[in-house]
Nanobody
Framework: QVQVAESGGGQVQPGRSLKLSCAAS????????MGWYRQAPGKERELVAD???????TYADSVKGRFTISRDYAKNVAFLQMNNLKPEDTAVYLC????????????????WGQGTQVTVSS
């Protein structure tokens, strides 16, 4: 079973930075794309950024130029560096990972973390 766990959320003032981490764990698996989503109260979950196994990245228009997604492929960890944070970035940030197991019975799936709260306010 593959799991991911987020860390690094918190409360910051507008204009400040935060860095989120997402660590995947389990046995006999390979991670393809890892992504960060966010969900604010009363709003739908939206993609913030994702990064493929070859390093191709995608960003939501609202975070381009401010957020950077990266990965440590050896450790199966994804990061989201968030700079110049705005109040509208306030949300629960969730990580996911698309994986494939490398056991005799191949399983392809997507796993989600529990989320970490990011609050931007003065």
């Amino acid at each position: 079973q593959v799991q991911v766990a987020e860390s690094g959320g918190g409360q910051v003032q507008p204009g400040r930075s935060l860095k989120l981490s997402c660590a995947a764990s389990g046995t006999s698996f390979r991670i393809n794309t890892m992504g960060w989503y966010r969900q604010a109260p009363g709003k739908e979950r939206e993609l913030v950024a994702d990064i493929t196994s070859t390093g191709t990245t995608t960003y939501a228009d609202s975070v381009k130029g401010r957020f950077t997604i990266s990965r440590d492929y050896a450790k199966n960890v994804a990061f989201l560096q968030m700079n110049n944070l705005k109040p509208e970035d306030t949300a629960v940030y969730l990580c996911n990972a698309d994986y494939i197991t490398t056991t005799d019975t191949i399983v392809v799936g997507r796993t989600w973390g529990q989320g970490t709260q990011v609050t931007v306010s003065s």
